[in-house]
Nanobody
Framework: QVQLVESGGGLVQAGDSLRLSCAAS????????MGWFRQAPGKEREFVAG????????YYADSVKGRFTISRDNAKNTVYLQMNNLKPEDTAVYYC?????????????????WGQGTQVTVSS
């Protein structure tokens, strides 16, 4: 069993930065790919960024490419999402997720464990 706890969300203005953290428990963290997803009201959950098990490969949605950076610290069982130049359309609940296996995918159903989410609100 893996438990994930996100933190770092908040209310910011357009152009500001935030860093989300996702602390994981359980020994599967270092053997899993990680993903960040988000869900805005009335919209489906969408892939934001992903990191392979080794940390050597990263993947981003086109909408955040160049602004967001995903990273992990296996020693701390933590994955991060650095979000720069935030825009109002980034407003959503952000979730981290664990995919058992080495590869990242953009499909939520392929992720086995999810955090409770952290709200990010960007005002214009």
């Amino acid at each position: 069993q893996v438990q994930l706890v996100e933190s770092g969300g908040g209310l910011v203005q357009a152009g500001d930065s935030l860093r989300l953290s996702c602390a994981a428990s359980g020994r599967t963290f270092s053997s899993a790919a990680m993903g960040w997803f988000r869900q805005a009201p009335g919209k489906e959950r969408e892939f934001v960024a992903g990191l392979s098990r080794s940390g050597g490969s990263t993947y981003y949605a086109d909408s955040v490419k160049g602004r967001f950076t995903i990273s992990r610290d296996n020693a701390k069982n933590t994955v991060y999402l650095q979000m720069n130049n935030l825009k109002p359309e980034d407003t959503a609940v952000y979730y981290c997720a664990v995919r058992l296996g080495s590869r990242v995918t953009a499909t939520p159903i392929e992720y086995a464990y999810w955090g409770q989410g952290t709200q990010v609100t960007v005002s214009s």
